[in-house]
């Protein structure tokens, strides 16, 4: 299975500020990389598709990237509803498979 | 407008079956993939398998020997059934279609005696 090391697992963070969540596939998947957004008692929402590609309804502080093997969301000039916990998703080989999280909180 | 919701049974004891019901309006079974995911404390977010537009299935070989997915297009809805289950099944179940852009409000399933 393809494992999707996600980091860090916490990050505490200010309002304003600039962050970045990183995953690390163990194989190649292209840009088969989606990255969602979940809030307490929520389902996760889809905010970035084909790796950097913003889904619709996504604000435009939010965006994708790669180097590699390496896929991040960055999140810039934070704002107080963006915290929450991250995941993201890899959808090139079965089986499917998710980060761990990233948890986003006020410093 | 497109809605997804999950029904199912709450609590349900080990080694027995959970079944889970999907219903979907505003869009055609027959043109989307009906994904399942569900999330537990012990392993988080799993993919466990999607059906077809077309009826076919795949599965996570995670679960494969003890989950079926299926649906009625007449009635809107995608079923999924695992037997087997063990207390580390505990956690919500979600369906969301295809592509991941739309996903029901998800279902609490306990398994405990």
């Known amino acids: 299975d393809i494992q999707m090391t996600q980091s860090p697992s916490s990050l505490p963070a200010s309002l304003g500020d600039r962050v970045t969540i990183t995953c690390r596939a163990s194989?190649?998947?292209?840009?088969?990389l989606r990255w969602f957004q979940q809030k307490p008692g929520k389902s996760p929402r889809l905010m970035i598709y084909?790796?950097?590609n913003l889904a619709a309804g996504v604000p435009s502080r939010f965006s994708g990237s790669r180097s590699g093997s390496d896929y991040s969301l960055t999140i810039n000039s934070l704002e107080s509803e963006d915290m929450a916990i991250y995941y993201c998703?890899?959808?090139?080989?079965?089986?499917?498979?998710f980060g761990a999280g990233t948890k986003l909180e006020l410093k | 407008q497109v809605q997804l919701k999950e029904t199912g049974p709450g609590l349900v004891q080990p080694t027995q079956t959970l079944s889970i019901t999907c219903t979907v309006s505003?869009?055609?079974?027959?043109?989307?993939?009906m994904q399942w995911v569900r999330q537990t404390p012990g392993k988080g977010l799993e993919w466990m398998g999607f059906?077809?537009?077309?009826?076919?299935?795949e599965y996570n070989s995670e679960f494969k020997s003890r989950l079926s997915i299926s649906r009625d297009t007449s009635k809107n809805q995608v079923f999924l059934k695992m037997n087997s289950l063990k207390t580390e099944d505990t956690g919500v179940y979600y369906c969301?279609?295809?592509?991941?852009?739309?996903w029901g409000q998800g279902v609490m399933v306990t398994v405990s005696s």
């Open positions: 969301a279609r295809e592509n991941w852009e739309r």
């Open positions: 505003g869009f055609s079974l027959t043109s989307y993939y």
């Open positions: 059906i077809r537009s077309g009826g076919s299935t």
């Open positions: 194989q190649d998947i292209g840009n088969y």
């Open positions: 084909g790796a950097t």
């Open positions: 998703l890899q959808h090139n080989e079965y089986p499917y498979t």
